[in-house]
């Protein structure tokens, strides 16, 4: 097969917080696939070039890219974030494994979401943290509730993607609910929309005070672990570093 597939990460959305290797890759391949709005944020890189938005599930978009890499083409998959984190990358290598396929395949990081709304909170991911999905389409529901239960338990910072969908304010409300069995109320919780970009919309609160209400879909959300402090409008979780310690 002469043709490769190239996993863009194209970052939080914002133009400037995309790599320059990222760019440099999306002006030099020839089809490029991606959700609509994916491809909004990168129209200047891929003018008079084959795009393809149309709704599809990501194995969907897997087969089709490794089809146009059939043709020896150079094909790009645009992920929003990082495309090794909650994106095409892992779909696209068990895409492969499943059906004993092989192409060339380059993965192009990007700034994760989490990153980005963490540095528009602060520096609430500056000691050991979690990130979990709490979306139900990847992950059973009960290995969701187990995987906070243990993050909550060990203190861990709990990143939260996906804190809604079709159920609403459920999933969100229940994971408050079990951190809140190890966590103080007064726990800081960071509440990032768009970060980074012109829409941003940033919202430090407590884990006592969090409004599922008030929490878009789209939203990434950030709950302190016991020494998470705000200071100036910011959401700081420390490292401690002691005399004579080190890594």
Do not use: C, W
Request: neutral net charge.
């Amino acid at each position: 097969m002469s043709g490769s597939v190239y996993l863009v990460g194209i970052g939080p959305g914002g133009r400037d917080s995309m790599t320059p290797r990222a760019r440099d890759r999306l002006k030099k391949v020839a089809v490029v696939i991606g959700h609509q709005t994916s491809l909004e944020l990168v129209s200047e890189l891929v003018t008079n070039k084959e795009t393809i938005s149309r709704e599809m599930s990501p194995v969907e978009r897997a087969a089709l890219a490794f089809a146009r890499a059939g043709e020896g083409k150079e094909v790009a998959v645009v992920s929003t974030g990082d495309p090794g984190i909650y994106a095409i990358a892992s779909t696209f290598f068990s895409y492969l494994r499943d059906n004993g396929l092989s192409v060339q395949v380059e993965v192009i990081p990007g700034i994760t979401v989490a990153s980005a709304a963490a540095a528009s909170l602060g520096s609430p991911l500056g000691h050991d943290f979690a990130v979990i999905s709490l979306a139900d389409l990847a992950t059973d529901q009960s290995d969701i509730k187990k995987r906070l239960e243990a993050a909550a338990k060990a203190d861990f910072v709990v990143v939260l993607y996906n804190p809604k969908g079709k159920v609403g304010d459920a999933r969100i409300k229940e994971a408050v609910a079990i951190l809140l069995t190890h966590r103080k109320a007064t726990t800081p919780v960071g509440i990032a929309v768009k970060a980074t970009t012109e829409l941003e919309r940033i919202e430090i609160t407590t884990l006592g005070e969090i409004s599922a209400g008030n929490i878009a879909t789209d939203a990434l959300v950030i709950i302190g672990n016991s020494e998470t402090f705000v200071y100036n409008g910011k959401m700081v979780t420390p490292r401690g570093y002691h005399k004579g310690i080190g890594y």
